[in-house]
């Protein structure tokens, strides 16, 4: 369970950083795309959590006994990363309030598909 806490501090860490009082106000429409990030996040985490020492599927997030582990959970946290990586990189270049929208939109629907897989694992014996 610490592991977990720890994993989802890491990758909300960008999203915590102090508001400058000299800074602008975060607009709600951005203030809602972090939060969906924050949720996506949080998704990884319980599915990480959920598939940890589990029989995996997927070859490319299987270890060497076939298991979800270590190498599993870099893969998916590299790919967690570059996602939030890219989409602050986008809304950089081109702030609007119709891409900010738009990624909210997809990461609250990634979220929710991560969250369903999470909830499955769950409910699979170890």
């Not at 029989?55 to 570059?82: D, I, M, T, W």
Request: glycine share 10%; with cysteine; net charge positive.
């Amino acid at each position: 369970m610490h592991r977990m806490l720890w994993f989802l501090l890491v990758m909300a860490a960008p999203l915590l950083r102090a508001q400058d009082s000299n800074q602008p106000r975060t607009p709600p429409v951005r203030k809602l795309w972090l939060v969906s990030l924050a949720t996506l996040a949080a998704a990884n985490g319980a599915d990480i959590h959920s598939s940890w020492g589990k029989p995996e599927r997927n070859a490319a997030l299987a270890g060497p006994n076939g298991a979800f582990g270590a190498r599993g959970v870099l893969l998916k946290s590299g790919l967690q990363g570059g996602l939030m990586a890219t989409e602050i990189l986008l809304l950089r270049r081109r702030p609007g309030k119709a891409l900010c929208r738009f990624l909210t939109v997809v990461n609250f629907g990634a979220a929710a598909v991560v969250s369903g897989t999470a909830v499955h694992n769950y409910r699979m014996p170890r």
